[in-house]
């Protein structure tokens, strides 16, 4: 079992669509969870944190569910601009530092 | 205001050859770390290093990988005797001192390796 699962998609969406994406991780001791997201050939990049209470920034809103190990990634109103990769990224509890990434979902916004 | 800086952009080698890539944090970071991306696949970690130390090598591979981060300069992830399997994006990324709570790393735009 992969220790961070999306669904790859692609998700096509209409401009003005809401998309939902989900995540689900394996080990019980993660400790900070992000999503980045990632332009063809390009580097990741934050696009936000996500912290047990839920948190919104504009038009993207994330969750996680400690008890399910489950984060999700809500975007309203798409823009053609949203296209990407988005990555679902957790870091265990403990003195190692480095990311578990997930294979990301590949989200395309149609005008 | 300089993020991280990998060079280079593209490196081709052919089978055998040495393969160096640099990353240069970000000003005031001290923690570095190196993924690898194969086509189609997700980022896999590789090593975190802190100036002079090799903090967590598990994601190296154990032969013909090594990575340092020496007290003046770049951090170098040297490839020896690459294979065509080695063909991928590595990223570097960075992180300051003392977020240990949430570990926020930035990345540089990777150096993509291609073994002919």
């Known amino acids: 079992r992969k220790e961070v699962e999306q669904d790859p998609g692609p998700f096509n969406v209409p401009e003005g669509a809401t998309v939902a994406f989900n995540c689900t991780y394996s080990?019980?001791?993660?400790?900070?969870f992000f999503w980045y997201r990632q332009d063809c050939r390009k580097e990741p990049k934050l696009l936000m944190s996500?912290?047990?209470s839920g948190n919104e920034d504009g038009r993207f809103t994330a969750q996680l569910n400690r008890a399910s190990q489950y984060i999700s990634l809500l975007i309203r109103d798409s823009k053609l601009s949203d296209s990407a990769t988005y990555l679902c990224?957790?870091?265990?509890?403990?003195?190692?530092?480095?990311?578990?990434f997930g294979s990301g979902t590949q989200l395309t916004v149609l005008p | 205001n300089a993020g991280v800086m990998q060079n280079p952009r593209h490196l081709v080698r052919r089978r055998g050859q040495e393969a160096r890539l640099r990353c240069s944090p970000v000003?005031?970071?001290?923690?570095v770390y190196w993924y690898r991306q194969l086509p189609e696949e997700g980022l896999k970690f590789m090593v975190y290093?802190?100036?002079?130390?090799?903090?967590?090598e598990s994601g190296m591979p154990k032969e013909r990988f090594s990575a340092e981060f020496p007290k003046e300069g770049p951090s170098i992830l040297r490839i020896q005797q690459v294979v065509r399997g080695d063909s991928a994006a590595y990223f570097c990324?960075?992180?300051?001192?003392?977020?240990?709570?949430?570990?926020?790393?930035?990345f540089g735009a990777g150096t993509r390796l291609s073994v002919l």
């Open positions: 990224v957790v870091n265990e509890r403990g003195s190692a530092r480095q990311l578990t």
């Open positions: 990324a960075s992180s300051p001192l003392g977020v240990q709570a949430k570990n926020i790393q930035y």
């Open positions: 000003k005031g970071h001290s923690h």
């Open positions: 996500v912290y047990s």
């Open positions: 290093l802190q100036k002079e130390n090799i903090i967590d």
């Open positions: 080990n019980s001791a993660s400790q900070s």
